[in-house]
């Protein structure tokens, strides 16, 4: 059922530190995984995206990790900044079709 | 370099009032999809439209709920005697293709108030 109202996931981290948010995924047959961040009062912004027959790929400072055995995907910030600070959002496309799925997200929070 | 086009970005409505939400694509894009989100939570698909055709409504409301892609103009989400379960902020997204790996690049959201 829906989970209303419940508080996000938090991670906290130190400025400078690396960060690794996890996502578990729910559809085996999922083949497209995107993670987007998400600052207050704004939309989803693009990070970085994977296809099911890769299981890492790396962009500046961001490294997708897929493991299809457990269904699991995380996101590696490295040197993490306070810009970085948002909600986290993996989403997976389970094809048949163009429409992405959401999980529930996560709250990064760089302390300084 | 114009990305999505959301308007309003806030909008209140009475119970029972008509609300219409717009949205621009990237230009270029042909594909645009709707997605709603609650306080705290991911965002879920409604809608996915290409130019005057509904591709999937899977995750619209059976009643109340309607959208368009016109030929020419902005995409359409438009919600009929809005009760307060509607409050929520709506985002649009749009990719410059159907195909799985075509990224959708999201606007900023309307946030819509029931009162």
């Known amino acids: 059922g829906e989970s209303v109202g419940l508080h996000l996931p938090t991670l906290s981290v130190q400025e400078g530190d690396n960060s690794i948010i996890n996502c578990a995924y729910s559809n085996s047959a999922s083949d497209y995984f995107i993670w987007y961040k998400q600052e207050s009062g704004k939309g989803p912004q693009f990070i970085i995206d994977i296809r099911s027959n890769m299981d890492k790929r790396q962009g500046q400072r961001v490294t997708v990790l897929l493991n299809k055995t457990v269904k699991h995907l995380s996101l590696q910030i490295a040197a993490t900044q306070p810009g970085d600070s948002a909600v986290y959002f993996c989403?997976?496309?389970?094809?048949?079709?163009?429409?992405?799925?959401f999980g529930t997200g996560t709250q990064l929070k760089v302390e300084l | 370099n114009a990305g999505v086009m959301q308007n309003p970005r806030h909008l209140v409505r009475r119970r029972g009032q008509e609300a219409r939400l717009r949205c621009s694509p990237v230009?270029?894009?042909?594909?645009v999809y709707w997605y709603r989100q609650l306080p705290e939570e991911g965002l879920k698909f409604m809608v996915y439209?290409?130019?005057?055709?509904?591709?999937?409504e899977s995750g619209m409301p059976k009643e109340r709920f309607s959208a368009e892609f016109p030929k020419e103009g902005p995409s359409i989400l438009r919600i009929q005697q809005v009760v307060r379960g509607d409050s929520a902020a709506y985002f649009c997204?749009?990719?410059?293709?159907?195909?799985?790996?075509?990224?959708?690049?999201f606007g900023p959201g309307t946030r819509l108030t029931v009162l």
């Open positions: 989403a997976e496309n389970m094809g048949g079709g163009n429409k992405l799925t």
């Open positions: 997204a749009s990719s410059p293709g159907g195909q799985i790996a075509d990224t959708q690049y």
């Open positions: 230009k270029g894009h042909s594909h």
């Open positions: 439209l290409q130019k005057e055709n509904i591709i999937d």
